[in-house]
DNA sequence: GAGCACTGC
């Protein structure tokens, strides 16, 4: 018996593509997922042109053994560019790049409109350090920072000691406070918080353009604390588009307060809450303000939303500030009208939602936009020609460096970078970017061996490698201070652009590239591709280099080339018909949705309530009605997380040993519930021994050691398990095992994930039923070798060809018979 | 018989 899909079939899992995505010319739709690509350009013009020539130093290249720096072992990559550059015959050239002695960050020319306003507000303003972002010289440096005094910046946060009792430590508190106080006084905010608590107070939207060190998100929610926008005990909510800033600024905010952490200043988290009912200045992600507003869809304990760092452009970020508009537009409606709702709204669902929240008292809502150096009149307009004012910032000057010619290697280029600094320029520690942990491992064996020829008399160079999957000791390396006479050597990816900040730092090499995720909405399959970087990316990354005093970026690319393509950049802009439109149908199939694209009720708002993929929070209720709810929230927390699974290259065997015990014939999914299983009763026995939740921990760690398992990612997903666990419970499912019967629990996955089903082919092959594409299994799963005729699965990636992942054996009868509004049998 | 940048709920 074959099988087909039916009619209308043949989608796949659009609901990964955002909102942000770009459509390349070969329809592909590429995710730079955490951040935009300003200068959309890059993605959107098709192939990406050749990538500037840098010129090397002949003593790179020379093989006669005439120079200190020759060498062999070089990377394929290297010696193809070794060629490249012989064939330009540049032997003896002098190694040079073009200098740029201001940064050239600069504004697209802004609206006449917004330079008369900003003309006139520059009369008012006089000297105060206020004024319309669009008025913003291309290349202000302002005053400098000096170093370790930036109250502005999260990471560079010292961490104050709670106040004790002893009398010294009770002088040490009161000098910290003082030191406070002069910080807070001498950030450039400071001098304007009357101005701008007046802006805030005449617009409803206000753009606020800070430069690093300004001091915006430390002081802004203060002064407006002081200014009574809590009064009636309403709140003032910041989002920031990571946890580690929300969790830093709040502990910073609340010491500057003289408070305890979750009093007045509080932060709010996926798994940390750290707010109580007095608290009126909370900081938080922007995903998770993103869900209050699904259940208070008028936001209405907030009486002023921050955004913070809107330039980062996340998915979340730019639907929250949809989200925004329209709450505002509500509640204007609702200020308005006082209280009385008529039923002549437009917008029925707004009708609903003001006429639920009758009778309480409801202001409108101020909403404040804050962004680095970037564009805001994108922003502005966006808001209906909201109000844009900056403030100038304290981060040391840094020299921008191109490259004269375009360069075809990178990584070369890199390379020879690093040894001109380290060869020509003073102390001071270097920081290159580079995309991957691959190229990341072969620079570094290349740094060591040209730094082995170095006259003996040179410093030497200390090359330390950072990237998110490296374990957090080696991370730690990154941090620690280079011996006297070495120079330090940060080989990082983006991971230190924005998450980390490294001291030291005096020299920064950006290659302009990143890898991205892309996704075709066509075939639903995902990729990592190299890219060139954004133009704030580039900017963020040169700002690595002024952070403790002045600093050098070299940019091994030239200035005109795509990324100073600003004024392309289309902000705020709307993903792809196709893909609303496929998306929608999948949500039509997974029941979430009613053919008139309405949420339904009760398994839309179900699911909607969950954080999770809609394939997920559908698989839920489903398990629900098989009875084996237990089984799939395992199923869901563990797929929800990164790999589980540890496999270190050089104990390969052993790690392949180690996942045998936990291993499932019939696939995946029932492996990795084993795996939760095993650890759970890891975590039992020493509580069982009456261990403290610490020693409990040590355990589960030195167990996930034993048996290769990512630690970080189990304890991640054993926080999935209980935050999923408590949604569902407050839905009211049935949390049930199946116990033993695994024919059942392969029968629900089959219901839950059957738009995810690959049939064999007669060649061996496999045929993801949905797209008709032709895809293997891939070597990770446990059904690798088994090669089952029908398998379900939750994930299809392109590397070196069309993988599906998380695989479960099914019968494909079920298919018809779980699924008969997509599969019919042939006959 | 394969490799994977970074985030968030």
């Given at each position: ?9 043949g989608?796949l ?5 955002p ?39 002949p003593?790179?290249?020379?093989r ?21 550059s012989?064939?330009h ?9 073009k200098?740029?002695l ?7 020319s ?11 507000l ?46 010294q ?15 807070r ?8 918080e ?6 805030v107070?005449?617009?409803?939207t ?7 060190g ?25 989002t ?77 970020t730019d ?13 204007s ?16 669902s ?17 909403l ?40 075809s ?46 006259p003996?008399?040179r ?11 490296l ?20 080989l ?7 998450s ?30 190299i ?19 002045p ?10 080339l ?108 029932i ?77 629900c ?7 995810n ?18 895809v ?9 070798q ?42």
């Open positions: 018996m074959g099988f087909k899909a039916r009619e209308g079939g989608l899992d659009f609901l990964h593509a909102p942000s995505a770009h459509i390349t010319s070969d329809g592909c739709v590429l995710r730079p997922s955490h951040r935009r690509c300003p200068s959309g350009g890059h993605s959107t013009n098709g192939p990406y042109s050749p990538f500037p020539i840098f010129p090397s130093p003593s790179l290249h020379e006669d053994g005439k120079t200190a720096a020759r060498g062999g072992g070089e990377t394929h990559r290297a010696a193809a560019s070794r060629r490249g012989d064939h015959g540049r032997a003896g050239a002098r190694y040079e790049v200098r740029r201001r940064r050239s960050s600069s504004y697209s802004p609206s006449p409109d917004l330079q008369a306003e900003a003309k006139a520059r009369r008012k303003e006089g000297a105060s350090g206020l004024r319309l972002a669009s008025d913003r010289p291309a290349a202000t440096v302002a005053g400098f920072r000096r170093a370790r005094d930036s109250a502005a910046a999260a990471s560079d946060m010292p961490s104050f000691p709670s106040s004790g009792a002893s009398p430590k009770q002088q040490h508190n009161a000098r910290r406070r003082q030191l406070i106080r002069q910080q006084k001498s950030l450039p905010i400071a001098s304007v009357k101005r701008l608590i007046e802006e107070r005449k617009n409803d206000l753009i606020v353009v800070g430069e690093t300004s001091g915006k998100t430390t002081q802004l929610p203060q002064f407006l604390y002081d200014a009574g926008f809590c009064q009636d005990g309403k709140v003032i909510g910041i920031q588009p990571r946890r580690v800033a929300a969790v830093t600024v709040a502990k910073r905010v609340a010491e500057e307060c003289n408070d305890q952490l979750g009093k007045k200043v509080g932060y709010s988290i996926r798994f940390d809450d750290s707010t109580s009912n007095a608290t009126r200045i909370k900081y938080m992600t922007d995903g998770l303000l993103l869900r209050e507003a699904l259940l208070d869809p008028l936001l209405s304990k907030y009486s002023v939303i921050v955004v913070d760092e809107a330039h980062e452009r996340t998915v979340h639907v929250l500030l949809g989200l925004l508009k329209k709450v505002q537009h509500s509640r409606i609702y200020a308005n009208k006082n209280g009385k709702i008529l039923p002549d709204i437009q917008d029925q707004q009708y609903f939602t003001l006429k639920a929240c009758q009778g309480t008292k409801i202001d409108p809502l101020k404040i936009i804050m962004s680095a150096s970037l564009d805001a009149k994108c922003f502005s307009d966006y808001f209906g020609s909201a109000k844009a004012v900056h403030i100038q910032g304290r981060q040391y000057p840094v020299d921008i460096l191109y490259t004269y010619q375009p360069e290697d990178y990584l070369d280029a890199t390379l020879v970078t690093i040894f001109q600094i380290h060869l020509e320029e003073g102390p001071g520690d270097i920081l290159a970017f580079l995309t991957g942990q691959e190229e990341i491992e072969s620079l570094d064996r290349l740094i060591q061996e040209r730094a082995r020829q170095l003996p008399q410093s030497k160079i200390w090359t330390t490698p950072i990237y998110s999957s374990p957090s000791e080696q991370q730690m390396n990154a941090f620690k201070p280079a011996p006297a006479g070495t120079r330090k050597v940060v990082a990816t983006n991971i230190a652009e924005t980390v900040t490294i001291p030291g730092i005096k020299y920064v090499i950006d290659p302009g590239m990143v890898k991205a995720r892309a996704y075709n909405p066509v075939t639903g399959m995902e990729s990592l591709i890219i060139p970087v954004s133009k704030a990316q580039a900017l963020q990354r040169s700002g690595r280099a002024g952070r403790e005093g600093g050098k970026c070299y940019r091994l690319f030239q200035e005109t795509g990324i100073d393509d600003i004024i392309g950049f289309d902000f705020m802009e709307k993903p792809s018909r196709t893909a609303i439109l496929k998306s929608l149908e999948q949500l039509i199939l997974l029941g979430a949705l009613t053919d008139d694209y309405k949420l339904s009720d009760p398994v839309g708002r179900q699911m909607a309530r969950l954080p999770l993929d809609p394939m997920y929070s559908k698989a839920l209720i489903v398990a629900s009605e098989f009875k084996c709810l237990e089984e799939m929230l395992i199923v869901v927390s563990m797929l929800s997380v990164e790999s589980i699974f540890f496999s270190p290259r050089e104990k390969l065997e052993e790690a392949r040993a180690a996942r045998k015990s936990f291993e499932s014939s019939e696939g995946d999914h492996t990795l519930v084993n795996v939760y299983r095993a650890a759970k009763e890891c975590l039992e026995k020493s509580k069982n021994a009456n261990a403290k939740e610490k020693t409990m921990e040590k355990a589960l760690n030195r167990w996930c050691r034993e048996n290769f398992i990512n630690y970080r990612s189990l304890r991640h997903a054993c926080d999935v398990h209980s935050q999923i666990q408590g949604h569902v419970q407050q839905m009211g499912l049935n949390v049930s095992s199946c116990g033993d019967d695994m024919v059942l629990f392969r029968r996955l089959t219901a839950a994930f059957f738009l089903a690959a049939m064999r082919q007669p060649d061996g092959s496999y045929r993801a039923l949905a797209t008709s594409q032709s293997q299994i891939h070597p990770s799963s446990v059904l690798f088994k090669k089952p005729d029908c398998a379900i699965f939750n994930e299809l990636v392109r590397t070196s060809q069309n993988y599906v992942k998380d695989l479960t054996r099914i019968d494909p009868v079920w298919l018809a018979e779980l699924a008969p509004q997509y599969y019919a049998t042939e006959d």
